[in-house]
């Protein structure tokens, strides 16, 4: 537990001035918080890695984090699992985007379960207030790819599979095209 609040105050200062792109403009911590709930509250998980991860899987892609910043304060494992998580910036979002997709096999169990739970809440948060400037194709288009960087995971935890399957059919009575169910494992 105490690793998990160092790790809850750390990201808490790391993105203290960020905020997320929907209309209300929510603390960004709140979408860490939420990833760590689901993984704890919503699939029983309790290896302190995977949560510490969750609550800091976007230090290094979105501050000014380091990789040696992680492994110096939560050790080698929580840094390697929010390495594997993090975008290479320096390639353009397109780019990014089919990285995810590609890679999502080859993740480690435990950066597996934070993508599923990182993607659930994504989902679950444009599908209630959808991102500032989002045409409904962008909205669209994102669930489509969220589903297919989760078919690369699949076979990992069926209960987060199960809620992500959720929310894309919460997405589907909303009239987004998602693939989710019709995607391959």
């Not at 510490?52 to 699992?81: N, P, W, Y």
């Not at 948060?125 to 589903?147: C, I, L, M, N």
Request: some cysteine; aromatic content about 4%; glycine content about 4%.
């Amino acid at each position: 537990m105490n690793e998990f609040i160092r790790a809850l105050v750390f990201a808490a200062a790391k993105h203290r001035d960020q905020r997320r792109k929907d209309p209300t403009a929510a603390p960004y911590i709140n979408h860490l918080i939420a990833v760590a709930n689901v993984l704890a509250n919503e699939a029983g998980i309790t290896d302190p890695v995977v949560l510490c991860a969750a609550l800091l899987h976007d230090t290094i892609e979105d501050t000014k984090t380091t990789t040696a910043e992680l492994e110096e304060q939560f050790g080698q494992k929580v840094a390697s699992v929010v390495l594997e998580l993090t975008d290479d910036k320096s390639l353009q979002k397109p780019i990014r985007k089919q990285l995810q997709i590609d890679n999502a096999t080859r993740l480690s169990t435990e950066a597996k379960l934070v993508n599923l739970a990182d993607k659930i809440c994504n989902l679950r948060d444009t599908a209630v207030s959808p991102k500032v400037g989002w045409s409904p194709e962008r909205t669209q288009a994102y669930f489509d790819w969220a589903a297919q960087v989760i078919a690369g995971v699949r076979g990992t935890n069926s209960t987060l599979e199960a809620l992500f399957d959720e929310v894309c059919m919460r997405g589907r009575a909303k009239g987004l095209s998602l693939q989710s169910q019709e995607t391959p494992a």
